[in-house]
Structure formats: structure tokens, C-alpha cells
């Protein structure tokens, strides 16, 4: 919400606490410019936010106004931009209280999920003939598609497949939640729709958030635009839906899975130290706790803005707050493995869809062989290194990371060298300005008709 004062020229900017789009700020003297796409305030020259960018190498979670380039802030969920002559400033909300899970006391949860389950979808409008849904394969989509098409029906699935040993089940699993929902499906593969992985001069702007896959995305997007399909549904906000809370785990797990510290070892290892010290350094500037989870409220900013230029509005069901906050007090029982979401599938697609251990389809095997195929155009380009410049890695130990791909293709060092490389493409943008690097098309003028009554 944009609201303006003539008195006193005063301006005030608010988010909405769904964080479906992000919005992002710059304040000039004379000027406030606005976007949901981060990329839209990155066509000029910047200076990138050393701190902000040693967490991000280190794969440190960051939700916060502070972004990548200096000047520009990102809204977060509830916040707020004051903006007057000579001056403004940013406000937070209050942090929302922490939920806390109930004892279990016998009840049967299902009843109440799948009616908050179907509250947060009956509450997003509606247009027949309008909706997409993804369709990964995974509970969380399969979610999103059961409870949809019990309100709704003539609705497109969109869904990328995948290759290597999780291919198959993964379109065995689409296909049997396809006909049982009476969807109409369209899917696009993986290897027709390569993710570019170069540092070579883009043809657009980068925005702040990696998304590698966004070539294969975008062939699902256009393809329901041409359907004329102007809304997407998605299954972001699953993955928070059931938290697991100190005191249930074990310590060692608490820190999180093994996956997860190799790829921060292997992020750590390519840095400077002046930027490990920073990354190590607890950040004070992360925004209070929200209704939805944070990593939901960025999943949907990394994802928004390139729905929007494709013409698809998203809708995420599951980052709804009620939901969330329903589901984050479920007692344990629930929570652990889904149970409660399984059991909600297995009511309505049958007990083969999803058994329990059942493979899921996973995106880590893409990079890692195109990175190596690519390693000798990679070093080339790296001659000359952004990062390395600002202090902030070691250029030979970057190097050494590619290599370590190239022979092993490992999942955690693959993640780090994304992380790496998509901060990279940013500090080069940052540092020589989109502009210059790819000149804008100019249109020229073109004479306009005379305002007259034959050409009203």
C-alpha cells in the first residue's frame, strides 16, 4: 500500500504480511523508486554491501531490509517506509510470539488440517479457467493440487522432470495424482531447458536471488500464459509447515544435517578471512519474527518477480499464517515426517502415492555435471574475479573448488560454487553497471496523429 500526503509531502510505503511479492526501495534526493524486482534498481552502477554479501557466501539465511547493494532495502512482511522532504526512514513491525506444540492427547488432527487446509485455499479469489498449479511430484504440490481440485476444477499442472534414478518414480507419481485429480498436466524436461551456469554478459539484469533453474521455469510460464492462465499455485511454505523444536532432537541434529555444514566448509574455504570473520559475526539487522516462516517468505521473493514478467500471480496456500501457526502447534506425533499431511494424501489419492519412504525428486543432481562439463570455460572467465578484487575469496581457492566438482561432483561443493558464482555475476553487474555492460535498445520517437475527431 502506497500512501501520500499532500501536506508536507510525506509519503508512506507498507508490505503486507503475506510477503508474496518483495518489495524493494531505493531513496533518492529527489526520487523514491519502486519494484517488486530487485533487478529493476540493479541497472546502474552499485556498491555491494560487503557484510551482506559474506553471509550469503558463507549460505548463511538472511531476511532482512538491508540487500546486496547499498541503497536499496527489501520490505519485509509488515514493514513500513516513511518518506518526507530531507528525510526517511525504515520501520519494522513487532516480532509475532513463537509458537509452541501441543501435547498430544489422542485427538485426531486430520480433520482440523484439512480444514484449515481448505480455509487458506477458499480464501485466495478465484476465476474458472484461470489457475495453473506445479506439480513436482512432491507432498507439498500434491497438497496443494488435492485440496484445489475439491473447490475447483478445469485446472493445469505444470511440472519440470527430472533425470537420473529419481525420473521414474517421479513420473509415475505425476501421472497416478494427475488422474486421480482430473488434471490436465504439461510438463517440461529438465535436459531440453539446461540452467545457464556461465559468467558471460547477460542479456537482462540480475536480481538479488539465485535461481538456476529458471529456464526451464519459464518454458512452464509461457505455456500457460499462451492457455490463457494468469494465476499459479504453488507448494512453497511446505517445508516449514511442521517444524521440528529443541528438545525433540538430538543435539548433533540440532545444528543441522551433515549435507548442509560440507556445503558451508567448502562456501568458508574460498573466503578471505576479513570475510569469514564477517560471515561469523551474528547479524543485527535481520527482520523479527513473522507470521510466515522466514525461509517461505524468501523462497517466494526469489520465485515472484520472474512469475510476474511471465505474467503468472502466485499463490502459495501453504505460507499461509493461520495454517502455519495451526500446523506449528500440532503435537509431535503430527509433525514428525508429515504425518499428518501423508495421512491427508493418503485419504484422497491412496496409499501408493506416497508410501512411507518413498524416493523424492531432488534438483541436486542437475549442476553438478553441467558445472564440470563447463569447468574450463568457468576457469577462463575467472581470470579476472569480482569477488577476489573486493577482498572478499581467494581466486585460487575458487579455482580449487571447480576442480573438486569436476572430480567428484559433490552435492555440498556444487552448492557453494552456486552460491559463489551467482554472487559473482552481481558484483561484476554492481561494479561496471547492466547498462554498460548490455546497452538498452533505444526506441525512437514516433510521431504521434493529431488529437482529432477521426482519430478519437
Same mark, same amino acid.
Given at each position: ?223 500457460? *500464459? $499462451?492457455?490463457? +492462465?494468469?494465476? @499459479?499455485?504453488?507448494?512453497? #511454505?511446505? =517445508?516449514?509447515?511442521?517444524?521440528? !523444536?529443541?528438545? /525433540? ?88 515426517? *508429515? $504425518?499428518?499431511? +501423508?495421512?491427508? @494424501?493418503?485419504?484422497?489419492? #491412496?496409499? =501408493?502415492?506416497?508410501?512411507?519412504? !518413498?524416493?523424492? /525428486? ?88 493529431? *488529437? ?5
Amino acid at each position: 500500500m502506497i500512501e501520500v500526503a499532500q501536506a508536507g509531502h510525506r509519503l508512506r510505503v507498507r508490505a503486507g504480511v503475506l510477503g508474496v511479492l518483495p518489495v524493494y526501495a531505493r531513496v533518492l534526493d529527489d526520487r523514491v523508486s519502486l519494484s517488486w524486482n530487485s533487478a529493476d534498481l540493479a541497472a546502474g552502477p552499485a556498491l555491494l554491501d560487503l557484510e551482506v554479501a559474506s553471509h550469503q557466501l558463507a549460505l548463511r539465511t538472511l531476511y532482512a531490509a538491508r540487500q546486496l547493494y547499498t541503497g536499496v532495502v527489501m520490505l519485509t512482511e509488515r514493514a513500513s517506509l516513511h518518506v518526507e522532504p530531507g528525510r526517511a526512514r525504515f520501520r519494522y513491525p513487532e516480532a509475532v510470539p513463537a509458537a509452541a506444540p501441543s501435547h498430544d492427547d489422542g485427538e485426531d488432527t486430520l480433520p482440523a488440517f484439512a480444514e484449515a487446509l481448505q480455509r487458506a485455499v477458499h480464501l485466495r479469489p478465484w476465476r474458472d479457467g484461470s489457475a495453473s498449479l506445479e506439480l513436482s511430484g512432491g507432498m507439498d504440490s500434491a497438497t496443494v493440487a488435492t485440496a484445489l481440485t475439491r473447490q475447483h476444477a478445469g485446472i493445469d499442472s505444470k511440472g519440470i522432470l527430472l533425470d537420473g534414478q529419481v525420473r521414474a518414480p517421479q513420473v509415475h507419481r505425476r501421472r497416478m495424482i494427475a488422474e486421480r485429480l482430473g488434471l490436465s498436466d504439461h510438463t517440461v524436461d529438465i535436459a531440453d531447458w539446461p540452467p545457464d551456469v556461465g559468467l558471460a554478459q547477460p542479456t537482462r539484469p540480475y536480481g538479488f536471488c539465485r535461481d538456476f533453474y529458471l529456464e526451464a521455469c519459464e518454458a512452464l510460464w509461457t505455456s500457460a *500464459r $499462451e492457455r490463457g +492462465r494468469d494465476v @499459479l499455485f504453488t507448494g512453497i #511454505g511446505g =517445508d516449514e509447515l511442521f517444524p521440528a !523444536y529443541i528438545g /525433540e532432537v538430538s543435539t548433533g541434529a540440532v545444528t543441522g544435517p551433515e549435507w548442509s555444514k560440507d556445503a558451508r566448509g567448502h562456501a568458508e574455504a574460498i573466503m578471505t578471512s576479513h570475510a569469514r570473520a564477517a560471515a561469523r559475526s551474528r547479524p543485527l539487522f535481520d527482520a523479527p519474527d513473522s507470521p510466515v516462516p522466514v525461509t517461505s517468505l524468501l523462497a517466494q521473493a526469489c520465485r515472484a518477480p520472474d512469475l510476474l514478467a511471465h505474467g503468472q500471480w502466485p499463490v502459495n496456500p501453504l505460507s499461509d499464517p493461520h495454517l502455519a501457526a495451526f500446523c506449528h502447534r500440532l503435537p509431535r506425533s503430527s509433525r514428525e515426517g *508429515r $504425518e499428518v499431511m +501423508r495421512r491427508y @494424501l493418503e485419504s484422497h489419492l #491412496g496409499t =501408493d502415492v506416497f508410501p512411507k519412504g !518413498y524416493l523424492k /525428486e531432488t534438483f541436486a543432481d542437475v549442476l553438478p555435471p553441467l558445472i564440470a562439463r563447463q569447468a574450463a570455460s568457468l576457469a577462463t572467465q575467472l581470470r579476472e574475479c569480482a569477488l577476489a578484487d573486493m577482498g572478499l575469496v581467494d581466486r585460487n581457492a575458487v579455482l580449487d573448488l571447480l576442480e573438486t566438482i569436476v572430480r567428484t561432483r559433490s552435492h555440498p561443493a556444487t552448492s557453494a560454487f552456486a552460491s559463489f558464482l551467482w554472487l559473482e555475476r552481481l558484483a561484476r553487474q554492481g561494479a561496471s553497471g547492466w547498462e554498460t555492460l548490455v546497452p538498452r535498445m533505444h526506441t525512437p520517437d514516433i510521431p504521434r496523429p493529431a *488529437r482529432t475527431g477521426d482519430h478519437r
